[in-house]
């Protein structure tokens, strides 16, 4: 699998992006995905995940920093995962990476596959 991460950009405190890690490769279904973001001087820290599908459908876990604010979903279908963020926050501004991992985990050492990361900046 490899992952490719889009939808970042400049918005003002407030705003909205919807972040899309789509996914190469046949067995995405399989693995739990997530989203990290590092910020300039920080370490990289865990965002959002989803468990891949069973027949009990996904589970969802958030940040408390954004924790309200944003709904990770995916389609696998589409080999894709979506970050929706609203209510951004000029603190958000980071580089954001979609990671994929057979463990569920929020630590992104579990994860072993990422994309390449997509900037979002937050103006106040």
């Known amino acids: 699998v490899q992952l490719q991460a889009s939808g970042g950009g400049l918005v003002q405190a407030g705003g909205s992006l919807r972040l899309s890690c789509v996914a190469s490769?046949?067995?995405?279904?399989?693995?739990?995905m997530a989203w990290f973001r590092q910020a300039p001087g920080k370490e990289r820290e865990f965002v959002a995940r989803i468990t891949r599908s069973d027949a009990t459908g996904t589970a969802r876990s958030y940040a408390d920093s954004v924790k309200g604010r944003s709904t990770i979903s995916r389609d696998d279908s589409k080999n894709t995962v979506d970050l929706q963020m609203n209510s951004l926050k000029p603190e958000d501004t980071a580089v954001y990476y979609c990671?994929?991992?057979?463990?569920?985990?929020?630590?992104?050492?579990?994860?072993?596959?990422w994309g390449q990361g997509t900037q979002v900046t937050v103006s106040s």
């Open positions: 990671a994929a991992g057979l463990g569920w985990s929020t630590n992104a050492g579990t994860y072993d596959i």
């Open positions: 490769g046949r067995t995405f279904s399989s693995y739990h």
